[in-house]
């Protein structure tokens, strides 16, 4: 029985669910709405892990989204005069000689502006390809510049939703897919239960582009500071350079920012990361008139469920790993993907379908939130000389193992990659 579903959030998971539900069944009218007034084409690389390259593949997206690649060759940890300390490969390319099999960069990298249109613009293309064969019925339409400003459930009937300009208009089931701040989760849950769900990691993270330089490769560098600061650069052959700021200092100051004029918000990260050494001034001037900047705290979303009512959470709503596991992108498609294929399987029993998605969730959310590597960044002066040299000395002695520790996002990959993808022939995809 085809739904009424509205979306919120067209980031990356929201589009990704109205991708696979359209496939499922066209005659779904689908209705994505997004806070801002234009798709948020922006933000720096995201990767897939473990389940994240077989679902875009079923999806038939993996050609569209391997044509951005970033061409990023591996990483390295640098000192204060950009010199190499550690250098590691790609991974799945422990061969490569001279490196270390890889602990930041993956087999496709991808800049998130172009993921979420590869995916916004294949879900509007299989639309005008429905129509244009004479599919009647059904819909999918992105709405932007709205959000949802209430919404009254309505005992297994669906959701009255009222939108910010006051409409109203009632759904069948509504998913909330709009970020690890999620409004939806709030509303939903309520105040006290989405503020406990929210676990802060006790770091800040800025992200932003600067223009390029010559010295700028394609390997990713990484450069510890003291005070708790640590700097990501990453190029992968663009013509921009990709910049992260990494922080446990000035954290009251930065989270009181949040929500204020990004002018407000930069002059705090400045304030934050004068002096950090290494070519901080440059990623300093390069982010007052970067148009991309974007900051946010670290935290994971831990909801006792996924759902009440016929309200649904998917991605970093739902169950945000964080950016320390570097696993939200993958997460936000399992989500989308069992999403879909429960309602599909389980159609026309809503209830039902959201039940399963619940139940099928945990393990990979529970297995995509562990963070078992070391989350506090060096605070001395000698900390970081002692992280530095340690690095240097495990890197030229090819001692892996103790390297990885100081890399979050490489643990636990087996684990979530051995979580066994479940299988819906109802969703018709590729593959
Ligand atoms: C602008 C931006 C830049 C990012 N950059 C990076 C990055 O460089 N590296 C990284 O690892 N992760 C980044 N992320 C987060 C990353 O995209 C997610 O962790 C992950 O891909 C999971 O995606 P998601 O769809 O669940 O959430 P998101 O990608 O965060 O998407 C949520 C969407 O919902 C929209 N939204 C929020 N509130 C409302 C509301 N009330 N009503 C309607 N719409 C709403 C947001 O504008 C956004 O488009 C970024 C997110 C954003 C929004």
Known sequence: MPLKILIVGAGVAGPALAFLLQRADPLHHITVIERASALRATGLQLDFKAQGMPIVRKMGLLDAMRAHRVDETGAEVVGAKGESLARYGIRGDSG?????????????EIMRGDMVKVIVDASIADRKKLEESGGRGGGLKYVFGTSVKGVVQKEGEGVDVTFQDGR???FDLVVGADGQNSRTRKMVFGDEVSRESFKELGSQVAYFNVPRAETDGTLARMFFAAQSRAILVRNGGRPQTQVYLFSQENMEKTKASYGKP????????????????????????????ADDFYAHQLAQVKLPALYKGRVVLIGDAGYCPSVMTGKGTTSAFIGAYVLAGELARQAPNVDAALGSYNEVMKEPVKLAQIISGNVSLPS????????????WAASSLGIDKLVMRLMPEQKDEKELGGWPLPEYP??????
């Open 96 to 108: 490569t000689e001279g490196v270390h099999s890889g602990a930041v960069t993956n087999e496709l």
């Open 168 to 170: 109203e208009e009632s």
């Open 262 to 289: 990004v002018t407000e918000q930069k002059a705090v990260w400045e304030e934050t990361f004068t002096g950090a050494g290494w070519q901080t001034e440059r990623f300093l001037e390069g982010m007052q008139t």
């Open 380 to 391: 001395s002066s000698l900390a970081v000389w002692c992280i530095r040299n340690g690095l």
């Open 426 to 431: 109802e969703l018709n995809l590729a593959e």
